[in-house]
């Protein structure tokens, strides 16, 4: 089983700041994944990387950017947060098709 | 793109019951995978099914990859509070790294 941590856990913050979840492995897994789940349930895939220097749009269209630069690490960036981007953020890591993920980031805009 | 038809959506259910669950497609998937996510948690990986017709378990848990490869079941037994959560199939098709999801059944277990 993977370890995958994310941090902060919960984040409130004004709207116009920028702000940076992080999200980090330690299993060497070469894909990861960043997905928005809403209270309705439903997890929707934003962004993911297959490695290093490697990152791809989701399906559901999102305003926030991500890099990868080490394997271990895939931070998503909010340049300027709006309420709409209210929603719980949760990262992914694997190597083939089984996804481990991390506790989640509960981000409140206000 | 692919959808998993995941039913019900919600369960309520009295303690000790047993519980069942599908996910089906019109889609072919190679790899099926059921994971429960706690309250204000991340979804945790529960049974990985490989092979059509594959049954496994985990403790109380049984799931089975259709023989289509177009559907999974999830069967839980004798169900405790511990159980109450979200659980989602997924499926792999194969041709990326991507999974497709569910959407979920919210599942209440009364003591």
């Known amino acids: 089983e993977a370890d995958i941590y994310q941090t902060p856990r919960y984040l409130v913050i004004g709207t116009g700041k920028k702000i940076t979840l992080e999200c980090s492995q330690t299993?060497?897994?070469?894909?990861m994944y960043w997905y928005q789940q809403d209270p309705g349930m439903e997890l929707h895939l934003i962004h993911y990387?297959?490695?290093?220097?490697?990152?791809e749009k989701g399906d559901l269209s999102s305003e926030s950017t991500v890099s990868r630069i080490r394997t271990e690490h895939f931070p998503l960036t909010l340049e300027s947060a709006r309420p709409s981007h209210t929603s719980q953020y949760l990262c992914?890591?694997?190597?083939?098709?089984?996804?481990?993920f991390g506790p989640g980031t509960r981000l409140t805009v206000t | 793109g692919q959808q998993l038809n995941q039913s019900p959506q919600s369960m309520f259910i009295q303690e000790g019951e047993d519980v069942s669950m599908n996910c089906t497609s019109s889609?072919?998937?190679?790899?099926w995978l059921w994971y429960k996510q706690d309250p204000g948690e991340g979804p945790v990986l529960l049974i990985a099914?490989?092979?059509?017709?594959e049954l496994t378990s985990n403790g109380r848990l049984t799931a089975q990859f259709g023989i289509t490869r177009k559907d999974s079941f999830l069967n839980i037994s004798a169900s405790i509070p511990s159980d109450v959560g979200i659980y989602f199939c997924?499926?792999?098709?194969?041709?990326?790294?991507?999974?497709?999801f569910g959407k979920g059944t919210l599942l209440t277990v009364n003591p």
């Open positions: 992914a890591s694997g190597q083939v098709y089984e996804q481990y």
């Open positions: 299993m060497g897994h070469d894909k």
């Open positions: 990387s297959y490695g290093v220097n490697s990152t």
């Open positions: 889609s072919i998937f190679n790899t």
């Open positions: 099914l490989y092979k059509a017709g």
């Open positions: 997924a499926g792999w098709r194969g041709s990326n790294y991507k999974l497709t």
